[in-house]
């Protein structure tokens, strides 16, 4: 028997909804339902926020308080409900032009302060509600009503945009895959934090005919195809991969080991090198970059300036710098940083 | 107990008064302490939410998105941080959010004079978001009043269950007088919308019946909605005629200013009378034909280039004379020789 007691979740009066017949909506819609359900969230204790669009419709199929923002502002909506009332779940159900494009200012800051909200995305590439216009996830070359001749831009990746910065909580999985789906949804909603469901849905009506398909589950087919999902905890996802990808907190960034002091050498225990010699030392075929300075040799390899270059404007490297240090517009503490590799012989 | 106080902080203190308990924002000049003390305020007082936003568009929303969730929530800023603030009072109207907005006007368009004072946001606050809706909005002229009308405000937006305006200006926002705060009693209305998490409503920007049910389709439903908010728009706003009139038995003249420029010109009560409404919008229309029948010259005398003054016209049906204050220039001697003009030529 199927449990179907989800359906206190939803505004079935309302039915039936909006949507075109092999929308992948739906699906999101029913799927966050029944695992708000199964961890009895209700309408006592959760609140539902979406923005504008064919998924900004989601809020008000939800049989509980649901706000319905202008376009682009749900994660902000959602942030001060959450601020100012801890004790609801709050739980925002929008799409990739809502939360990408025309909320991506929102995007970065909402998720850069971390509140506790869990975030569907109904990512299906296009402007559905509008038409079929190009749209900030759409995959380069797709032709839509705003891109005749294919989409110019690179599509914008949120995966690569929402990892980042820990803590981080990003979801990729597919209407199509949908145990990995379910399996999603749940872990984000449990998730302490910002957490961020990216959802591979189709929109067959005003994308998929134009790009050649005639039914949705060809679409499903395509999601297949382009994406494979990846097992266990991961820091990043790359853009064909199905995951979740995490962080607690941000690594902690280990001090580097810095010298209490420089390590003396003898001066006289130092190898002497004539200028001849020092010539040799120009940083070419893997030898390293030595200059003479007031009758000590340094070894400035490191020095960013004389990378993949012989000289630094008038400083020749394997050269005694002496005099050309004297007239330069540094001083000479410039060279003092650098290790001691020997002496000059005169 | 006196205290010297700028406007700034008369208004955040008559928020808190009010019960305020969330603050969204974004520095703008000349409204930027309100911002900070909201900060300040809520290290001190943990029931006391502060959010510094990304841009005003966010700072605007989570405002309404808190009064929502339960709570008496504003915001503050100035001239093209309202505008960015526009769509968000538009979505105030329509999801029915008591919620106050100040506005601390500076001259503009676009960035203009960040420092300098104007008055010209009026049209702004009347129809700067799509569509018809009913906002209210007071304008105070001393830091003693900033902090009544902000009590004033929150009331009227529990009342008109609508994001209210409190208009000031890049002068009063910095004026420093003594006040009383303390010793001032006001009225204070609770708050009247029940919070998130209690029923099956659905707040939205999308044209809906009295249920929160959308309805795109249906231009009875609309109407019903919007006359429900019209009316409870105008009641409220019935309940706070708010003005101040000197008159002057002797004068043929009436003079008509608010906020820093009726103080500015009020020394000019001596030869003229002056009229100062204090509820900017909606505009005083019956007291401002009752008073200026007995009067052969009206006229206004504000910082933008005739704003308020067509107000004026639209609702007593008469030309009247203009003096705009343009450029953050305010100057007592110049308005004086404007106004002797303006009534040699008799236009």
Redesign the interface.
Known sequence: MIDRSYKELL?LG?FPHTWCPGCGIGAVLKNVAMAMKELGWN?????V?SGIGCSG?M??YM????????HG?AL??????K???P??NVVVLSGDGDLGAIGG??L??TSRRNPNITVFCNDNEIYGLTGGQAGPTTPKGTKTITSPSGEHYQPLRLNRILTTQAPYFYARTTVYHLNHFKACIQEALLWKGFSFVDIISDCIELNGRRLGFKTAHQMFKWFDERFHMVEGVRDHLKDDELGIAKREAEAEVKAEEVPMGKVEVKHEDLKTFTREELKHFDGTEGRPIYIGYKGEVYDISASPLFQGEKRMRCHMAGKDLTKELDVAPHGEDLIFKFPVVGRLKE | MKKLLSGNEAIFKGAIRAGA??F?GYPITPSSEILQQASLYSEENPEF?F?Q???E??AA??????S????K?FTATSGPGFTLMQ??L??GHA?EAPCVFINSMRVGPSTGMPTQPAQSDLFQVKGGSAGDYYPIAFYPNSVEESFRLTITAFNAAEESLSPVILLADAFLSHLNEMADLDGIEAEVVPRTKE????????????AHDRMG??KTNDPEAYRDWLNDLKERHLTTADKYPLYEYIPRKDSETLLIAFGITSRIISSLKERFSIFRPIRIYPVLERELKEITEHYRHIIVIEGNDGQYASWVEWAIGRKVMRVPCLGGGFKLQWIQSQIEERLKEGK
Do not use: C
Request: hydrophobic content about 40%.
């Open positions: 505004k309302r309408n006592q204790n959760t609140s926020v419709r809020a008000g049989n509980l308080d649901a706000v319905h923002t202008p502002r902000t909506a959602a942030e001060a409900i601020t100012v009332r004790d609801l200012n929102h970065l800051h | 308990r969330y969204a939410r959010l936003a990304e841009d568009i966010a929303i989570a405002t309404i998105s808190a929502l969730a339960g709570v929530s769509e968000a538009g979505w999801v919070p998130l998490g209690k029923g099956h409503r659905l707040f939205t920007g999308t049910n959308v």
